[in-house]
């Protein structure tokens, strides 16, 4: 029996065998005529394109998708994930699920295998008192799968047993890493999950909800870049979502008209859990000859850059016009769903932020972390769980164990 633990989330689909070995691929694909001609010349990547050819979802029998660049090479009609959608009726959804097992199928040569699997769904469909989502989801996981990819020619199969899926709720799952808190386990926590596409907001107590279930709100990461974009034409700025991604994402540091990019050292710096990951970073980059000093790494961590042509432009004051209404939304959602649950901000003890937007310089008082911490007014702790996806998957299969 394998085991995985599995996340398909609005911009990433995560597979995870354990901490240490997680497989992630873009969630958006495209629909393509089943007899598209295949286009082995062009794309190198031979998983890039597949057709399920069996499925317990019977929607996606015989449809045939493209992922990443293979979706330049033909025309189709997208599947992204919709906010407005119950995330469980989506196909795009289950597309990414046997997507992501074909695939670890693929990477460790097995076939014709039978797997134990975690998923994890929004947690307002989860807590969903109406209809049972979870019994959807399992139900439209459960049975065999078969998954061709022409490019490799090759045919992968594979088996869910219905009593071997476990659904779980997201933002939730992630915050069973503080299970061993008593302040957070015994006390009222708003658990903040901001996805790409939407954001759920869960009050709990003991793990379990407090009132009816919880809400989503139509907002995520997706409506934070369109801000930046939407502040930036306004100044006949204009550049793509994609650049405005990696600017969030990448840190830079500028030297005169060039931009080194220094985000893995950051990220090796901080994995260390050092006290002071800025020096750290500077020992890293220094060992691949790269020579930064501290106050070069404590602006890069701040600031926001993209490029157009040759020219560099710093956009910096625009992610924080941005962040500053991102996070006014978010929390008049909180105080809303508080409201709804006849509690108050007084009852409130803690509040988990789940999700990359809340990724950054913890120092920096823009961090959107920040930003909600002085907008809640009372004695209130504040948690981050930026890596979300990773840490979803993680403990999905942390709950249901490792390959036996």
Known sequence: ?????????????????????????????????????????????????????????????????????????????????DNQTVKVTQDVTYVN????????CLRRGMNDVNYQIAVCIPAAEYFDDNNNRIEQMKNNLAGDVAIYFPLADRTIRFHIEHNQIAVAAEGVIAAMRYRTNRDFVLKNTVVIDVGYRSTDITVLLKFSPVGKGAASRPIGGINLEANIQSQLERDNIFTTTENIRKALTTIYVQNGTELTDITEYVAQAKDLDVSDYINKTVELAAEDDIVLDKADVEEAVRKHYITQG?????ITTYV??????FADTVHRSVLDVINAKMLSIGD?????????????????????????????????????????????????????????
Not at 97 to 104: P, S
Not at 320 to 325: G, I, M, Q, S, T
């Open 97 to 104: 699920i046997f997507y992501a097992l074909a695939v670890d």
């Open 320 to 325: 924080h016009n941005a962040k500053e209404l």
């Open 1 to 81: 029996m394998y085991k995985r633990g599995l996340d398909a989330g609005g911009s990433e689909v995560r597979c995870a065998k354990s901490a240490s070995d997680i497989y992630t691929a873009p969630s958006p694909c495209m629909e393509i005529k089943a007899d598209d001609p295949v286009k082995a010349h062009i794309i190198e990547d031979s998983t890039l394109d597949f057709q399920i050819k069996k499925s317990p979802c019977v929607s996606l029998i015989g449809r045939r998708f493209v992922k990443g660049a293979a979706m330049n090479q033909y025309s189709g009609d997208m599947l992204i994930c």
């Open 310 to 314: 040759q020219t560099i432009v710093d």
């Open 348 to 404: 409130i003890a803690n509040v988990m932020c789940v999700g990359r937007p809340f990724s950054g310089d913890t120092s920096d008082p823009y961090n959107l972390v920040n930003l909600l911490r002085r907008k809640f007014v009372g004695n209130i702790n504040m948690f981050a769980v930026p890596d979300a996806g990773i840490v979803n998957v993680v403990e999905l299969i942390n709950g249901i164990g490792t390959d036996e």
